[in-house]
């Protein structure tokens, strides 16, 4: 029983530091797309803006298309960031959880000893 346990707490750990970095990649996105609409807004609107597609650069005729598009990316980000937080809160309690009854069940053993 207490190996089975264990080994919960090691995939919970495991599934906390995926949801992590899942989380990191997330933020840098969104501080990406938050420097590009930044610098979209600064550069004059008769100025060309390319966009990357893949390996190949083009150049965007409707920028407010483009800001539109980096507007949804950036949403997109931050509410999949909300929903990513509130998964590792609910497994970070589990966790939490099953550390107290590995806990209580080493004292007790300890103390029946």
Request: aromatic share 4%.
């Amino acid at each position: 029983m207490i190996q089975n346990k264990l080994k919960q707490a090691q995939q919970l750990e495991i599934q906390i530091e995926q949801l992590m970095n899942q989380k990191y990649q997330l933020d840098l996105r969104v501080k990406e797309l938050e420097r590009t609409l930044k610098e979209l807004s600064e550069v004059k609107e008769d100025s060309p803006v390319y966009k990357a597609v893949g390996p190949l650069l083009y150049k965007v005729d409707d920028r407010k298309k483009l800001v539109d598009e980096l507007e949804e990316q950036k949403e997109l980000s931050s509410v999949r960031i909300k929903t990513l937080e509130k998964n590792q809160k609910a497994l970070e309690d589990k966790y939490k959880e099953l550390e107290a009854v590995l806990k209580k069940t080493y004292q007790d053993s300890k103390g029946s000893s």
